[in-house]
């Protein structure tokens, strides 16, 4: 089992989705509420132990546990300013108090084409 064990780091990367809504206060284009479908990313980063970095079934358990918290939320009353920026240091920070020693990557999708990571 895990011929390569320990002799190796490599990356295990989730996707998961959720609907929010939230204003940007002061901003000039969004500072009337909408709302975003967000893409999230979740790469977790370490040794390979018995074939594995992280079992998939427990970083996805974590994830939707965090990401259920701002799902179907208006984010303004989580956030103060929950621009895509804090947004992801939010979930990263989440994600890290419950893997303690892991590397994590996070990276929030903002609808299409605009992300940001962490
Ligand atoms: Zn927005």
Same mark, same amino acid.
């Given at each position: ?5 320990? @002799? /190796? #780091? ?6 998961q989705?959720m &609907? ?20 999230v990313?979740l @790469? /977790? #980063? ?8 992280? &079992?998939?079934?427990?970083v996805k358990g974590h994830l939707k546990t965090v990401m259920g918290e701002l799902d ?18 939010h979930i990263h920070g989440r994600m890290q108090a419950r893997l ?6 996070i ?12």
């Amino acid at each position: 089992m895990g011929g390569i064990d320990g @002799t /190796v #780091e490599m990356k295990v990367g989730i996707i998961q989705y959720m &609907d929010s809504g939230h204003l940007l206060p002061g901003h000039p284009k969004c500072g009337v509420p909408h709302g975003h479908t967000y893409k999230v990313e979740l @790469t /977790v #980063e370490g040794p390979l132990q018995n074939g594995m970095v992280m &079992d998939f079934s427990d970083v996805k358990g974590h994830l939707k546990t965090v990401m259920g918290e701002l799902d179907h939320r208006d984010l303004n009353t989580i956030l103060e300013f929950p621009s895509c920026e804090n947004l992801c240091a939010h979930i990263h920070g989440r994600m890290q108090a419950r893997l303690p020693g892991k590397t994590l990557h996070i990276r929030v999708w903002e609808g299409d084409g605009k992300w940001a990571e962490m």
